[in-house]
């Protein structure tokens, strides 16, 4: 009988924010597969649980995984953890997760701490929907690019990024994205939890260097690039509306259900008009 895949969340900061479930899962495996086990050794000391680690970094990601699903076949449990947080959130698990599913070994989320949502409902930006894009690439270039695709993205945007890199990241933001609302939360359940609100303009101008790790949010497009098209077209006459959507190819049924779209009113008001002007 296979053993069964643990991903357990773990403190982000705050080791009271361990949830009673990840003690008692933690204490029962068989195994802690962990991304730095010197990091995740503190932790088990401190809640006074001895179990064998086994190291799982990114770079080793791959290979370990073939370690783990060996004894969960041998009927072994075993909880995977990483430094801080929820394991598979820009943090390794995903590979791990997708050969335990190929092998019909059943998994279990432990939920607890993650630093994204922390942040998103002390930021005072919308939570009602929002976009995590985790770390941008490193490549100044791809940074930019990615930063573009994302430009009429209309959900709060949610990113990490780390101190030494957080000026020229906020900079190119600023750059692409324009000079939007945003919160820097820094250093979330710890002693110097901070928020910083402002714009991406203002929000670096504090007189002490930033330190400890962040979590970046971006006030969403006000309007996608589709919906601006759409106002310019609505301010258009009927006719010029008609004309522009037939050279597009829609169909009369097609063309009035856009336009009265535009203009906000009945399908029907519509037809009755183009009737009259015999189009």
């Given amino acids: 009988m296979n053993g069964k895949l643990y991903l357990v969340a773990t403190p982000i900061g705050n080791l009271e924010d361990i949830t009673l479930r990840a003690i008692k899962i933690l204490k029962e495996v068989d195994y802690i597969a ?126 990490y990024e780390a101190p030494h890199k957080l000026k020229n990241t906020i900079e190119k933001m600023e750059q692409v994205l324009g000079n ?35 979590v970046i949010l971006v006030k969403g497009a006000e309007k996608t690039k589709k919906e601006i098209e759409n106002e310019k077209i609505a301010e258009r006459t009927l006719e010029e509306q008609y004309h522009y959507y037939q050279q597009q190819g829609f169909e009369k049924k097609e063309i009035i259900k856009l336009i009265a779209k535009n203009q906000k009113v009945s399908k029907n008001e519509i037809y009755q008009y183009f009737l009259k002007v015999k189009i």
């Fill in 180 to 214: 939007r609302e945003c919160t820097l939360a820094r250093e979330l359940t710890k002693i110097h939890e901070e928020f910083i609100r402002g714009t991406l303009a203002t929000v670096l101008q504090k007189d002490e260097e930033l330190k400890g790790e962040f």
């Fill in 34 to 159: 962990a991304e730095d086990t010197r990091h995740t050794l503190k932790l088990l000391n401190h809640l006074e649980i001895s179990k064998p680690l086994i190291s799982y970094y990114k770079e080793i990601e791959k290979e370990k995984s073939d370690i783990l699903l060996h004894k969960l076949r041998e009927g072994k449990n075993i909880a995977l953890v990483s430094d801080a947080g929820t394991p598979g959130i820009s943090d390794p698990g995903e590979i791990m997760v997708r050969k335990a599913i190929e092998n019909q070994i059943e998994i279990i989320p432990i939920p607890g701490a993650c630093a994204c949502i922390s942040a998103l409902v002390g930021s005072g930006l919308s939570t009602k929907e929002f976009s995590f894009i985790g770390f941008l690439p490193t490549n100044q270039n791809e940074k930019k690019e990615k930063l573009e695709e994302l430009k009429e993205e209309t959900r709060t945007l949610i990113f």
